[in-house]
């Protein structure tokens, strides 16, 4: 098992940035992949970024591009998504996902472990 836990959110203005931190504890030798997912209220949960955790390679959703940047920390086993330019349709709450095969990282199928969740508002 590996457990999650999001840390960061909060009220920003737009235009504003928010860093969120994801640490994971656990089982996380089998970690292969780490991603943000976020869902706004009334909306399905999208595919935000993901990381692979030993290449570092990185995915975005289109809007993220330009705007946020995944990293993150082997050593302390955690990630970050640092988010700049924020606006108000980036309101929602973001979810920091774990998988363990290889698989399509855009996809929330792809993860096998969920955090909580953390509050991302972002004020007009």
């Known amino acids: 098992q590996v457990q999650l836990v999001e840390s960061g959110g909060g009220l920003v203005q737009t235009g504003g940035s928010l860093r969120l931190s994801c640490a994971a504890s656990?089982?996380?030798?089998?970690?292969?992949?780490m991603g943000w997912f976020r869902q706004a209220p009334g909306k399905e949960r999208e595919f935000v970024a993901a990381?692979?955790?030993?290449?570092?390679?990185?995915l975005y959703t289109d809007s993220a591009k330009g705007r946020f940047t995944i990293s993150r920390d082997n050593a302390k086993n955690t990630v970050a998504l640092q988010m700049n330019s924020l606006r108000p349709e980036d309101t929602a709450v973001y979810y920091c996902?774990?998988?363990?095969?290889?698989?399509?990282?855009?996809?929330?199928?792809?993860?096998?472990?969920w955090g909580q969740g953390t509050q991302v508002t972002v004020s007009s």
């Open positions: 996902a774990a998988g363990e095969r290889n698989s399509d990282y855009t996809l929330d199928s792809a993860y096998d472990y």
């Open positions: 656990g089982r996380t030798f089998r970690t292969v992949a």
């Open positions: 990381i692979d955790w030993y290449v570092g390679y990185t």
